[in-house]
């Protein structure tokens, strides 16, 4: 599929190097009818990546050169895709847990810069917040309540749009590594971050908004085993916050190896029951009384971002990025 571009609009993509995953998303103008402005905006391309980025960082305090290979390969296949697809494309290129905390980042950084142009846009916990809550209004106008956003190396909570914003270093990657796979253990150290944080009370009868790869495939797992229809998207899911909670008691006791056969990604298996542990302290400490999934994030997050101030159209640093396509570290491909 080639993504056709105008002069007035556009594609819209962001290039996200997750603690997971890396993920090129493209967004293009369908519509102009509807209001707000994003709803005429949808996604029209998805390439993604399982690089683990996260993956040893909570121990050694670096990303795994394998798997350093492994991104810059998977930035040179996007930046190819971007090339034929949507060469006019505005890009940004967003990094976030794994890169902020790693101390060889340098060299990803260094690797972005040449192939794009400018380095990437490294958030911080709260812009990760942040823009979590605006992906969740871009599938929900109007959402309000507790907006949970849990990656491979840690967690972002804000309430609503303009409340507090925090983040955590409870990943379950993180939680994972750290805890060396015991439940007891990674359960004490969700309670021990999760416990200052007040404002996650003043969710108390609220919605639960969750945001993620986690999460979705935990609610994916709660519809298969109810019987029900497996959508798509799990966007909009909605189950009461006491049930899911006991069924993501029953997730966090579970073998990995039992829970690969039910996932549309096996490789989640192993860090589902972090997921699952997580989300039962979230729903004890907040109160809230519904929990809803969301399919959106920073990436749609970022989209809402743009259109509100119309940022895309005067770069503030030129992230109108080239494209070209000469080799980028041959000692790192």
């Known amino acids: 599929m080639h993504v056709t571009d105008t002069a007035e609009h556009p594609s819209l993509g962001v290039l996200d190097i997750g603690s997971n995953t890396v993920r ?14 994003w709803l005429n905006w949808k996604e029209v391309f998805n390439m993604r990546e399982p690089c683990a980025l996260g993956e040893g960082l909570a121990l050694t305090g670096e990303m795994k050169a394998a798997n350093l290979a492994h991104a810059v390969r998977a930035i040179r296949d996007f930046r190819r895709a971007l090339v034929e697809q949507a060469p006019d494309t505005h890009l940004e290129v967003l990094a976030t847990a794994a890169v902020r905390d790693a101390s ?12 794009f142009g400018a380095p990437p846009r490294v958030l911080s916990g709260e812009e990760e917040a942040r823009y979590a809550t605006l992906g969740v209004i871009y599938g929900k106008q109007n959402a309000e309540g507790l907006f949970a956003d849990l990656g491979g190396g840690s967690l972002e909570l804000g309430l609503s749009e303009n ?9 379950v990657v993180r939680l994972r590594e750290l805890s060396k796979g015991k439940t007891l253990k ?45 959508p798509q998207l799990i966007e909009g899911y909605s189950v009461d916050a006491n049930k899911i909670r006991n069924f993501a008691g029953r997730v966090a006791r579970e073998k990995p190896t039992r829970l690969k056969p039910y996932l549309r990604r096996p490789d989640r298996a192993s860090t589902l029951p972090f997921a699952a542990l997580v989300l039962r302290r979230l729903i004890r400490q907040s109160g809230a009384a519904k929990v809803r999934f969301s399919q959106y994030g920073i990436r749609e997050g970022l989209l809402v971002d743009w259109l509100r101030s ?7 640093d030129d992230r ?5 396509l000469e080799d980028i570290d041959p000692n790192l491909s």
């Open 104 to 115: 060889n980042a340098d060299r990803l950084i260094q690797v972005i810069n040449r192939a």
């Open 186 to 230: 990674a359960r004490k150290a969700v309670g021990k971050a999760l416990k200052p944080v007040s404002f996650i009370e003043r969710a108390r009868g609220g919605t639960l908004h969750l945001v993620g790869g986690s999460w979705r495939h935990l609610a994916a797992l709660h519809r298969l085993l109810r019987n029900e229809p497996l």
């Open 310 to 316: 119309r940022a895309y159209l005067k770069p503030a």
């Open 24 to 37: 090129l998303v493209l967004f293009r103008r369908l519509s102009s009818n509807l209001t707000p402005e």
């Open 163 to 171: 409340g507090p914003l925090t983040s955590l270093p409870i990943g």
């Open 320 to 324: 109108q990025f080239w494209l070209n």
